[in-house]
């Protein structure tokens, strides 16, 4: 799954670095989020590496860097979004927010959301192997992948003419964990089963009833002021 998210990142994200009709050049802020996902995402790796090997005190203190890892990504997450709110257009022009900037905000900010409280609960039960595994996986292909799929779905046409399509990748990493503990162990964990049907709802919520509300557009206004 983490190899899985690494090439769902680089088709969606590495077609608007290398495009020069992109709306604006890559700003720093923009390539230090970039880095510090792509940092993310290797780490995955190499922590399910760890942790395949039998590696599991190496595996707990790389955990400590990925903690911090997660902040500095939360935090760059949250300017690169506020600042592409502000300027009212996305760099790679791939994700069309131009025709409502405020409302199209809820999407960046409400995965960073998703991310830092399954990223948190998985810090917390860090003893529990069960369940901090499946967290960690949410946290990485359920909260991150939103991002690269919109901008995957908005480089192609044919899809931009129904942007709920997105729902259908979406929901497979949401439901992956749930089906390979079906196949592999018979049951269904309740960590895999309801995270997904909460990142599921919360995506849904965003998009049909608070990203298009006059209270979120205040609350977005707010936040870029």
């Known amino acids: 799954m983490g190899v899985v998210a690494l090439g769902a990142a680089v088709i969606g994200f590495v077609p608007g670095l290398v495009r020069t009709s992109r709306l604006g050049p890559i700003t720093p802020l923009v390539a230090l989020h970039g880095a510090v996902a792509t940092a993310w995402l290797l780490l995955y790796l190499v922590q399910t590496t760890l942790v395949g090997r039998g590696s599991r005190e190496q595996h707990r203190r790389l955990g400590v860097a990925g903690l911090v890892l997660a902040v500095v990504f939360v935090a760059t997450g949250y300017a690169a979004a506020i600042v592409s709110t502000r300027r009212g257009f996305d760099l790679s022009g791939d994700l069309h927010i131009a025709a409502d900037p405020l409302g199209a905000l809820v999407f960046p900010l409400g995965d960073l959301i998703s991310f830092s409280l399954l990223v948190t609960l998985a810090a917390v039960w860090r003893r529990r192997p069960d369940r901090h595994r499946r967290l960690m996986l949410l946290a990485t292909t359920g909260s991150l992948m939103g991002a690269p799929l919109a901008h ?22 949401y439901f992956a964990p749930a089906l390979h503990d079906r196949w592999a162990d018979g049951r269904v964990h309740p960590v895999s089963l309801w995270a997904a049907i909460g990142l599921l709802v919360w995506a849904q919520s965003r998009a049909a009833l608070i990203g298009p509300s006059d209270a979120w557009h205040r609350l977005a206004a707010w936040l870029i002021a």
């Open 152 to 173: 995957i779905v908005g480089q192609v046409p044919a899809l931009q003419a129904f942007p709920p399509i997105i729902l259908l990748p979406l929901g497979a990493f």
